[in-house]
């Protein structure tokens, strides 16, 4: 079955056709973040002028890409897919719409995704992971980890009470002046730097929470402390970095042995950490099975989106009438 993805939820305007889930047919991304840095962040409204304006060169390339390599034509496509939320509504509208009207034009179904089991699929591209596991979901506005007992059969078992990993990077990144887009500044920075520099704090809570409030305190209070100074910015990154993935590591690992499942699996963003990455896969030597999604899968695109259209879509009675939605 061959699914086209559209992924428009923030500053990525993606499409992608994937096989049965796992396999990539053609796969474009073009990222705004040329745009937004003049910004220091994302502004909605720009970006949603952005998808507007890139959306049908980034559907046109991945159609071309499919023809080229693959000889796949658009009448070949079983189903058009799009990202329905959670995200920017602004933003949202214009992929949602894409895949509608695309759907319309060459009478093919439309399925709606939801950009969070999206980023859980993103292990299922090029790879062979099955059900059940555990899967730690980091991104921009999210920080949960969920117990995927089936593909459409999910549950969260824990998840962040405050800021989401992925904004905490960026946060803690702005406040040592690097900016947009900081996460990745900062975990470059860190592997230059001493993680047993500072000693910084780890929230105490429940076993189903995350907190990274205190963390981020911490970190302002370390920057004012070096005010006239001059920021040992590689040594704090690191102690930060070393810090934050410790503790996503350590209650990851503490709820996979509660429920008694072997496979630990991550997403999202920050799943392209470099110290996660390390991190998880150390889990390997305690007799853990661990998959991370390949780089170019971790942050957003459309090749997990349309993934996501065949493992484990929005189920409506009418799809054409689904709406976008900005929390979920
Ligand atoms: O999943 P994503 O692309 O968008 C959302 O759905 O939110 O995640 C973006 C987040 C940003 O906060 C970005 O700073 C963070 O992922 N990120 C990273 C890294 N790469 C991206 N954070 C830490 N280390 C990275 N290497
Ligand atoms: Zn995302």
Partial sequence: MLIFGIETSCDETACAIIKDGREVISNVVASQIKTHEIFGGVVPEVAAREHLDTINVVINETFDIAKKEFNINPDDIDAFSSTAGPGLVGCLLVGLNAAKALSLSYNKPFIGVNHLKAHVCANFLESDLKPPFICLLVSGGHTQVIKIDDYDKQEIIASTIDDATGEVYDKAARL??????????????????????????????????????????????????????????????????????????????FLADKYNIKTIALSGGVAANSRLREKLFELQSEGYNTFAPKMKFCTDNAAMVASCAYFCPIKTDDSLILEAFSRG
């Fill in 176 to 253: 040592m002046g690097l900016t947009y887009p900081g996460g990745i500044k900062l975990d470059k920075i860190a592997q230059t730097g001493n993680k047993y520099a500072f000693k910084l704090p780890e929230a105490k809570v429940k076993e189903n929470e995350f907190s990274f409030s205190g963390l981020k305190t911490a970190v302002l209070r370390l920057v004012q402390s070096y005010r006239g100074k001059e920021l040992p910015v590689n040594d704090i990154s690191a102690s930060f970095q070393e810090t934050i993935t410790t503790t996503l590591i350590n209650k990851t690992k």
